[in-house]
């Protein structure tokens, strides 16, 4: 545990100060999970009363439409190149307002992660000073990247979108299929081989570890 735990201090060391009286009081109130690849964190109409801070592996949070229609929301993975919406799967929308959740979160390989339930959120925040500062951090954090995905979304267009992704996240192109990944940019498979082809075209790249 100590050294799953090390990770999670580390990503919190980069906003606050932690001492080790902090770190305890963090050990006590979180354990750690092992998830099966394509468990469900979260189902599409519960509420969302858990956090994961991903440790090792991947997983997608997703909406589905009337019509059985996936789009991916987020990835979720921990490497260099994680941000916050990467690395905690959650949905704080459910969480923070107790209605059912409208995502999914599913795990596309073995996860292993720290779980807090909200009780234990409650009771970090409420008993710590600096963990309330750092989760303040986290929740604007949290507030601007979704604002920017449903810009990214309303105002690109497709091929737009996936430039974008090239620019920012390419490393999503090795880590997740091609269906997340076109999913993710609101347009099917077959949409993305061609947005592919035309860029290839143009002497565009496809991303890291991608061929034609």
């Not at 080790?20 to 109409?45: K, M, P, Q, Y």
Request: charged share 25%; proline share 2%.
């Amino acid at each position: 545990m100590n050294e799953y735990l090390d990770s999670f201090f580390d990503f919190i060391g980069n906003e606050v100060e932690l001492d080790d009286d902090t770190r305890l009081f963090i050990s006590r109130h979180c354990r750690l999970v092992r998830v099966a690849r394509g468990e469900l964190f979260l189902n599409n109409g519960q509420v969302c009363n858990d956090v994961y801070f991903i440790v090792e592996g991947r997983g997608v949070s997703y909406f589905t439409d009337t019509k059985g229609k996936t789009t991916t929301w987020f990835f979720h993975f921990n490497s260099p190149d994680a941000q916050v919406k990467n690395i905690f799967a959650v949905d704080y929308r459910s969480f923070l307002s107790d209605r059912p959740s409208d995502l999914s979160i599913q795990a596309t390989s073995e996860i292993i992660a720290i779980h807090f339930t909200k009780r234990q959120i409650e009771l970090l925040t409420e008993g710590s000073d600096i963990l309330e500062t750092w989760i303040a951090k986290l929740n604007e954090k949290s507030l601007i990247m979704a604002y920017n995905r449903i810009a990214t979304l309303l105002i690109f267009s497709a091929t737009e979108r996936y430039e974008q992704l090239l620019r920012d996240e390419p490393y999503l192109l090795d880590l997740f299929s091609n269906y997340h990944i076109a999913t993710y940019l609101n347009i099917t498979p077959q949409s993305l081989s061609r947005i592919r082809a035309r860029l290839s075209k143009k002497g565009v790249g496809l991303g890291p570890g991608k061929s034609k």
